[in-house]
Every structure is written in structure tokens, then in C-alpha cells.
């Protein structure tokens, strides 16, 4: 336990759906990423926020839209998706978005399935 | 090649014998973290590793660092199954930013 919690774990969803991937961190963090782990490529920074501004978007298609209501809690909305989008999506959180001096938390991911 | 490339991309060995992973990368870095993540899970952190620092220990772990070749290795002393995941080095430079830029990892099984 990481005191980072994604749901859902799994997801399955057609590429005309809209769906949510939601993560929640207890650690009194002020930075919260999006990572995509696709097979044997390495992780993919996909957006960064620091107390709730994105601060960081990584040529992310559009079709990939986050959200941070507050500084505990980030979102992934899905839409339109297409079959290469499939992946284990990562959250992780940690107490600033500069990393010289800490550690990132992850979550234990949320499988994405896009058929 | 990336920032961070870790060798070899699979390890396997019997359990009781070290392990030892390496990463290169390209440019001054921060530091370096090492990472590991159990099959489908996430990651978790092991050791961080500043540039101004050359060997760290955390229980069976060993980190060593050698910035002249860009290049760090992780040590795993006396093996067992449970450590069987993959390995990631993640370095923090200022030309990407000052952000994590992982490796693909190398994948470590160990038989028992």
C-alpha cells in the first residue's frame, strides 16, 4: 500500500466510449502525474500538476483529458480512444513536481483494454 | 538510445545468487532513482542515488553510480523468488526538465 489508490483497476472499453480513470493520493503531496506503461517501452510522462495546475502536457492527444479538482484527487477522462491506446495507466503522486529531492508514489495502476 | 537504457532487458538466476542490473544514460543528471515493479503492478521506489554520491546501500541493495561513463548498477546480494519484477533506473536531469525519465527496465526472474 502506497497511499495511492487508482480505480478501476481494469477497464475495458470500445473506442466510442467515454470513460474515467480516477486517482487518489493520502500523502499530503502537491504533484500528481499521468504515466502510460505500454509493453516493453519505457514509461511515458503523459501530464504533471502541482497543486492542481497542470504544469506539464506532454504532447498528449486530445482524445486524453485530465483534471485535478484538488491536490488529493486526479483524473483521466477517456474519449474516443483507439486500439493503441491500450496500457497500464500509472498515477503517481509526490510532495513537489521537482524531483531532485524525493521519490515518486505510484498507484498499482488501471489496465486499459480498448477495443 | 534514451536517456535511460537499463542491460541486460531479462536476467535470470537461481535463488541465492546476486543479481546486477545496469543503466546508461546521456546526460548530467540530479540524481538517479532505481524502481521495481511486481507483474501488472506499480512502482515502487528502492534507492535514490545524487551525482555527488558514488555507493549506497539500503539491506540487500547496492547502488553505485560512476558519472565519468554515465552509468549506474543496481546489486541484488543473495537472491530469492519474491524478488522476481522488473527493475527501472530513473534519472532526473535538467535538460529534460528536471522530470523522471524512465528506462524500459530489465526484467529479473528468480528460479527457485
Known amino acids: ?44 510522462l503523459m501530464f504533471v500538476y502541482s497543486l ?26 477517456l474519449h474516443t480512444l483507439q486500439p493503441e491506446d491500450s496500457a497500464l495507466y500509472l498515477c503517481a503522486s509526490s510532495f513537489r513536481v521537482e524531483t531532485a529531492t524525493g521519490e515518486l508514489f505510484f498507484g498499482e495502476g488501471s489496465r486499459l483494454t480498448v477495443l | 538510445s534514451q536517456q535511460g537504457e537499463e542491460d541486460p532487458q531479462a536476467l535470470s538466476i537461481q535463488e541465492g545468487e546476486n543479481a546486477t542490473m545496469n543503466c546508461s544514460y546521456k546526460t548530467s543528471i540530479n540524481n538517479l532513482q532505481w524502481y521495481r515493479q511486481n507483474s501488472g503492478r506499480g512502482l515502487v521506489h528502492l534507492i535514490l542515488i545524487r551525482s555527488n554520491e558514488r555507493e549506497k546501500h539500503s539491506g540487500r541493495l547496492r547502488v553505485t553510480l560512476d558519472t565519468s561513463k554515465k552509468s549506474s548498477s543496481l546489486l541484488i546480494t543473495a537472491s530469492r523468488a519474491a524478488d522476481t519484477a522488473s527493475y527501472f533506473c530513473a534519472t532526473d536531469a535538467q535538460e529534460y526538465g528536471n522530470k523522471l525519465v524512465f528506462g524500459a527496465g530489465t526484467i529479473l526472474r528468480v528460479k527457485s
Not at chain 1, 470500445?14 to 519505457?42: I, R, V
Not at chain 1, 492542481?52 to 477522462?77: A, D, G, I, K
Open chain 1, 52 to 77: 492542481e495546475e497542470r504544469v506539464e502536457n506532454n504532447s498528449v492527444p486530445s482524445r486524453f483529458s485530465p483534471e485535478c479538482p484538488n491536490s488529493s484527487h486526479l483524473f483521466l477522462h
Open chain 1, 1 to 44: 500500500e502506497t497511499g495511492v489508490t487508482q480505480t478501476p483497476r481494469h477497464l475495458v472499453m470500445g473506442m466510442t466510449n467515454k470513460k474515467s480513470l480516477k486517482c487518489e493520493q493520502h500523502l499530503g503531496h502537491n504533484a500528481m502525474y499521468w504515466y502510460k506503461q505500454s509493453a516493453k517501452k519505457p514509461l511515458e
